[in-house]
T-cell receptor, first 110, second 116 residues
Framework: KAGVTQTPRYLIKTRGQQVTLSCSPISGHRSVSWYQQTPGQGLQFLFEYFSETQRNKGNFPGRFSGRQFSNSRSEMNVSTLELGDSALYLC?????????FGPGTRLTVT | AQKITQTQPGMFVQEKEAVTLDCTYDTSDQSYGLFWYKQPSSGEMIFLIYQGSYDEQNATEGRYSLNFQKARKSANLVISASQLGDSAMYFCAMREGMDSSYKLIFGSGTRLLVRP
């Protein structure tokens, strides 16, 4: 069974731009969660999507948004990028107790 | 409030020896799950082991075992026969409301270095 895939793996953007990250979950998994990892704040929960609906949301500004498609693939969008948005963005695919992560997208904002 | 505490920022272990990474948690939920993940320098979060709050037996997965002490709210990871490839960051995480949410709360992590 294929694992969780995330694209792109690396991204460099300029302050003020927007970015879209993609996550394809493990086949059969209906939940996708997103996390931001920074050296200062550690791993923080962004949001979770289940069957195309946002089920849970972390404490992030509205510039961070997401969506899930009918095939369970999910996208995360960050608008008006700030330097502090530089981070590793991880998505997790879940079913039952299983919760597996993708390799992450490393975003650098200059 | 839900919280995960990992009190060891860094640890050393000699190759082939066992090591215990500490994790304590705080929750008022009766139903929760505890996870350990390994994160090498590449950044990928690798699932190691899972323990459900209602599981009576301690979870084991190969060289990994979870020492679950519910009354003390601790879920320590034991790695037996350490290998050089075990050098990485290790994160303890908790999920509350097992039926309704997949949100994980993470600890700050422990950096493990295995010495040859």
């Amino acid at each position: 069974k294929a694992g969780v895939t995330q694209t792109p793996r690396y991204l460099i953007k300029t302050r003020g731009q927007q970015v879209t990250l993609s996550c394809s979950p493990i086949s059969g998994h209906r939940s996708v969660s997103w996390y931001q990892q920074t050296p200062g704040q550690g791993l923080q929960f962004l949001f979770e999507y289940f069957s195309e609906t946002q089920r849970n949301k972390g404490n992030f500004p509205g510039r961070f948004s997401g969506r899930q498609f009918s095939n369970s693939r999910s996208e995360m969008n960050v608008s008006t990028l700030e330097l502090g948005d530089s981070a590793l963005y991880l998505c997790a695919s879940s079913l039952g107790w299983e919760q597996y992560f993708g390799p992450g997208t490393r975003l650098t904002v200059t | 409030a839900q919280k995960i505490t990992q009190t060891q920022p860094g640890m050393f272990v000699q190759e082939k020896e066992a090591v215990t990474l500490d994790c304590t948690y705080d929750t008022s939920d009766q139903s929760y799950g505890l996870f350990w993940y390994k994160q090498p320098s590449s950044g990928e979060m690798i699932f190691l082991i899972y323990q459900g709050s209602y599981d009576e037996q301690n979870a084991t997965e190969g060289r990994y075992s979870l020492n679950f002490q519910k009354a003390r709210k601790s879920a320590n990871l034991v790695i037996s026969a350490s290998q050089l490839g075990d050098s990485a960051m290790y994160f303890c995480a908790m999920r509350e409301g097992m039926d309704s949410s997949y949100k994980l709360i993470f600890g700050s992590g422990t950096r493990l270095l295995v010495r040859p």
